[in-house]
């Protein structure tokens, strides 16, 4: 038999590399981990206060949008206030916001309608981690704990989409998203990675 030597050396050099693969693991599976988490929407609103209800009357899109040149419906523009009422203006836990829109992609969209914003946690096109990621997921467990009250139709965020008469689906809030056939719901705009999109009865 013929023995090998193996110097002290290459030892600690495999101790270092098997360390160094484990913590990769435990990386990614943290990192995993941290994903469902989010896919949940575990974000804590206890300490927000909860929505005064509309208590106005319907109707068209007859109040100035302002987060565009646009109009908003007297309801819409409750949900705006509200939220820019618990979450701050744009700027801060709410980095932007826009609502009227022609939509000329999809004509049966709420936001010509004045019955829909997107709300956006982090800068369009991106997909959002960190604290924007927790910030929106603050506003949308927020309204749809609000659904009732704002009036809300349904909320869509994180590739999920939400409507009070849905159950969570899959360990996760609401249930998947498809576009509809016309949004790409990969997309971080398309799969509203980076807004919360939140439309309104009335």
């Known amino acids: 038999m013929r023995l090998v030597a193996v110097g002290a ?3 600690t050099a495999a101790a270092l590399a098997v ?22 929407g575990d974000a804590d ?7 005064a209800p509309f208590t106005g009357a319907g109707g068209g899109c007859t109040v100035d949008d302002p987060t565009t040149r646009g109009c908003l ?21 709410l980095l932007s916001a826009t609502c009227w829109d022609p939509h ?3 004509p049966s969209s709420d936001h010509p309608k004045g019955r ?19 910030h929106g997921w603050q ?32 360990g996760a809030w609401g249930v998947p998203y498809t576009g509809g056939g016309i949004y790409d719901p990969t997309d971080a705009t398309g799969g509203h990675f ?8 009335r």
């Open 19 to 40: 360390a160094l693969g484990v913590a990769l693991l435990l990386a990614l599976l943290g990192g995993t981990a941290f994903d469902l988490a989010g896919a949940a």
């Open 116 to 134: 829909a914003c997107d709300l956006f946690p982090t800068r369009a096109g991106t997909f959002p981690a960190g604290d924007d990621l927790a």
């Open 9 to 11: 050396g290459a030892i």
């Open 104 to 106: 000329l992609q999809n």
């Open 73 to 93: 419906t007297p309801a819409t523009h409750h949900v705006l206030d509200s939220v820019f009422a618990t979450f701050g203006p744009p700027g801060g836990v």
């Open 139 to 170: 506003i949308a467990n927020w309204l749809r704990a609000n659904a009732a009250p704002l009036q809300i139709k349904y909320l869509i965020w994180q590739g999920r989409y939400w409507d009070p008469s849905t159950n969570d689906r899959d």
């Open 194 to 201: 980076d807004h919360v999109h939140v439309s309104v009865e």
């Open 45 to 51: 609103i206890d300490g927000l206060a909860a929505a």
